[in-house]
């Protein structure tokens, strides 16, 4: 069996530590904040902490995913050492990165013909999309070879689910997921919208709920609907959070009651630039494997 190695790009919203600790290749997206371009590079540059409260401040955040070239450097290195190549992208309705990566493979296939790069759409972002390069490096491990993986994470895709909402409307207003009509009544009447990403990998918003407390409580009832035998789920499940880390905190807590054997599991991390510049500060979910969307 052939040796690969596992990439994916930054917007997984992993937390840090699972690149080292699953062995998993980070590929950085980039941010324009203020007119000035970063890489997402995994809080190198700069901390989460201090994007968010720069965004609280009113700077204004683009993002720009992955060049051609930069997956072409990104991989090559490793088709030169005879290693294969596994790689998933952030979903195909969140961005074009999909093509870019295919691009790049078309032409590194012309360079090495006897190495494989295979590539998978997400349909899906934040840890949802996190969750998939952690799973396919814990198949790895147990002996998976890459053409089997690959063949697993195509088919299970659609199992990874997403519940996440927001306190602040202000970044789906101006991102116009939220009229600015209904943003004022929103703000107003304290509703926090539920979403997820549906079969397309676009986020859709679910349903809206009435305050932080019950926008918790119903994501978890979204969650409960999606895993069939919680005393025995042990899967991958991360929590997200824009700075929320208390929030976040309570949910993982919450998660861990109902189903005990998650305890001490899930990850928390923040949601990264990609992902939190169209959110904004004031949002929280859980992303995970649980029944087919």
Not at 63 to 71: D, S
């Amino acid at each position: 069996m052939s040796e690969y190695i596992i990439s994916c790009c930054t917007p997984a919203d992993i937390p840090v530590s699972y690149y080292e600790k699953y062995d998993i290749k980070p590929i950085f997206f980039h941010y324009i904040l203020d007119g000035k371009e970063y890489n997402d590079d995994l809080e190198k540059t700069m901390s989460l902490d201090e994007f968010y409260q720069k965004l609280k401040d009113g700077s204004d955040s683009k993002t720009a995913q992955v060049g051609t070239g930069e997956y072409i450097d990104a991989w090559e290195p490793y088709l030169k050492e005879g290693k294969d190549v596994l790689h998933i992208t952030l979903g195909s309705g969140i961005s074009g990165t999909f093509n870019s990566a295919n691009t790049a493979k078309d032409m590194l296939a012309d360079k090495y013909p006897d190495r494989k790069i295979l590539l998978i759409d997400s349909l899906a972002g934040a840890a949802g999309y996190g969750v998939q390069p952690v799973k396919a490096a814990i198949l790895r491990n147990q002996g998976m070879s890459i053409e089997e993986n690959y063949k697993w994470l195509k088919e299970n895709v659609l199992r990874t689910c997403h519940w996440f909402y927001t306190t602040d409307l202000t970044f789906l207003i101006k991102g116009g997921r939220v009229s600015k009509t209904a943003g004022v009544f929103g703000k107003m009447l304290n509703i926090c919208p539920l979403m997820h990403i549906d079969n397309d990998g676009k986020i859709e918003v679910v349903t809206k709920a009435r305050g932080r407390k019950k926008a918790m409580e119903t994501a978890l009832e979204k969650v409960r609907a999606s895993i069939t035998d919680p005393k025995e789920y042990d899967d991958v499940m991360i929590v997200n959070h824009s700075a929320m880390l208390d929030e976040a905190k309570l949910l993982v807590s919450k998660l861990e009651e109902e189903y005990p054997k998650m305890k001490g599991k899930i990850g928390i991390q923040s949601f990264g630039t990609t992902i939190g510049s169209h959110l904004g500060p004031g949002t929280v979910g859980v992303f995970y494997y649980g029944n087919f969307r």
